[in-house]
């Protein structure tokens, strides 16, 4: 028992902590997810002794609603969070994170109409994912952007968080400047590298390299991917993750935007080996044709898929989904999943998902520990 202890005490005063103090160990993450994340959600999460993110968008042009978006969302996280967001102080550091899509060409504009949102509201983290390979100096430039802003306030120095799926991309990340790496291996629902690896692999390669050829930084590293309860979060520190990352689990949450369909199907659905597959057709048939080619995303098989499998052209699985769409059918429709989704039964709080699985994991933790 009193390694047990030990352990726990070494969690407790983890780098985790010391950089977001409103945390407990160990860490858990809900990822800024596009229409499932919002203030409530994040906010329930972090009041929970969790970090929670809302999806800040990838269109930054001048005349983008999604600025006005992202700037009523933060104002409405820091007047939940009340006291431990210092509601009527603008100059405290907001305790959630911010996550944005890289890819688009208006990311030119980030600089100039997003950071100076952020740098009113001062969130925690900065969650960067998705740069176009067409355009490599994107993502050095954004973290610049949010690091030049931030140099000018003493009180606010934000994570810069960034999404990989190889180790090569890791490394980049790093040169650049993140404090934060995302390894997201392939079991993870929605967006990715169309070409990755699993956490198993994944985390520990990063975490070496980052001993290796970056010793004198201190960049920390999150796992995501297929952590669905705190057996996974266990394993993902077991690895050498610092934190587990969730988002298939928090689709279901109470207070999710995600549609209706999306929970039944999450709900009911299991073996995700199986019932999961990662294919950029999830994107094609909704008519979103705008992601680069390097990446799919991982979404619950439908006939749809079960269709293109069998060689039905996209145009024709095309008019097959909107008929279906149509009249009601909602068997067609997309909805991202990890392979996690069988381990999850039940719509819950959000603060009560992120308390389960932190006590799940500390019970893992321990259990194993009593069995060496």
Not at 40 to 54: P, S
Not at 113 to 138: E, G, K, M, N, Y
Not at 160 to 187: K, L, P
Not at 346 to 363: D, F, N
């Amino acid at each position: 028992m009193n390694v047990i202890r030990r352990g726990l005490a070494t969690m407790a005063s983890s780098r985790m902590k010391s950089w977001f103090p409103a945390t407990s160990s160990p860490l858990i993450v809900s990822a800024p997810m596009d229409f499932v994340t919002n203030p409530k959600l994040a906010t329930e999460v972090t009041k929970a002794g969790g970090l929670g993110f809302i999806q800040g968008g990838r269109d930054f042009s001048p005349e983008s609603p999604v600025l006005k978006k992202l700037d009523d969302q933060l104002t409405q996280a820091r007047e939940l969070l009340g006291s431990r967001a210092a509601a009527n102080d603008s100059n405290s550091t907001l305790p959630i994170g911010v996550g944005f899509v890289t890819y688009a060409a208006s990311t030119r504009y980030f600089g100039e109409t997003t950071v100076p949102i952020l740098q009113r509201h001062r969130p925690a983290a900065v969650w960067l994912f998705a740069p176009s390979p067409a355009a490599p100096d994107t993502l050095p430039a954004m973290i610049k952007a949010i690091k030049s802003q931030s140099e000018t306030q003493d009180s606010w120095n934000p994570k810069i968080v960034v999404q990989v799926g190889s180790v090569t991309a890791a490394r980049e990340a790093v040169s650049y400047g993140a404090n934060i790496i995302v390894a997201q291996g392939v079991d993870a629902g929605g967006h990715q590298w169309a070409s990755g690896a699993g956490i198993i692999s994944l985390v520990p390669e990063i975490t070496d390299m980052l001993r290796d050829e970056f010793p004198d930084k201190k960049v920390a590293v999150w796992a995501a991917g297929g952590i669905a309860d705190g057996r996974g979060v266990a394993a993902a520190l077991v690895l050498g993750a610092e934190a587990a990352v969730l988002g298939t689990r928090y689709m279901v949450a109470t207070e999710s935007d995600a549609q209706d369909f999306k929970r039944k199907a999450i709900l009911t659905t299991s073996d995700g080996a199986a019932k999961t597959v990662k294919s950029q057709l999830h994107d094609h048939i909704q008519g979103n044709m705008s992601w680069p080619d390097v990446y799919d995303g991982r979404a619950i098989v439908t006939p749809t898929y079960e269709d293109h499998r069998a060689g039905v052209p996209l145009d024709e699985n095309t008019k097959r989904f909107k008929a279906a769409k149509d009249s009601g059918d909602l068997s067609r429709m997309v909805t991202w999943s990890g392979t996690g989704v069988g381990l999850i039964r039940e719509e819950l709080p959000a603060a009560e998902i992120t308390r389960r699985v932190r006590v799940h994991a500390l019970k893992a933790i321990a259990g194993l520990t009593a069995s060496l």
